[in-house]
């Protein structure tokens, strides 16, 4: 009995995630990604995925993903997905202090189309992807 306890607890994790690895570059050519360092602010990034939390459906209507790089983890919070880069290497890539607050919103392209040091309304960046569909 003791062994298949062992073999159980050894597979339950390749089945109980259902969350679905990809790498950031695939990721965008499908859905705009927003990313939200916290640094040491962790109650602006509260402050900002309640903003979020308050516009899901358009978020959804605009294929908008948004990822919280927190700690040594990349989570997404509105949909089950996770990224393939780690924390190190997504600092790194925006040259980003870890204890610096930013959110970015990613193009489909990988451009960064918004920066921000400080909470935001959502209808700002709603704003810049609606111009894109009428272009």
């Known amino acids: 009995m003791k062994p298949l306890v062992i073999f159980i607890l050894a597979i339950a994790p390749f089945f109980g995630s259902s969350l679905k690895a990809q790498d950031l570059s695939a990721l965008q050519k499908e ?8 640094g040491n602010k962790t109650d602006y990034a509260e402050a900002q995925l309640k903003r979020f939390d308050d516009e899901k459906q358009e978020l959804k209507d605009r294929d908008v993903i948004v990822f919280v790089v927190e700690g040594d983890q ?11 880069e ?4 997504l600092h790194a890539h925006f040259k980003l ?8 919103l990613l193009d489909h392209d990988g451009t960064v189309r918004l920066k921000a040091t400080h ?3 959502p209808e700002s960046m709603f704003a810049m992807l609606d111009e894109d569909i009428k272009e």
């Open 97 to 104: 202090p870890k204890n610096s607050y930013r959110t970015y």
């Open 31 to 38: 859905h705009h990604i927003v990313l939200i360092f916290p």
């Open 86 to 89: 780690s924390v190190e290497k």
């Open 119 to 121: 909470i935001f309304h």
């Open 74 to 84: 990349v989570k997404a919070w509105n949909a089950d997905l996770q990224l393939t």
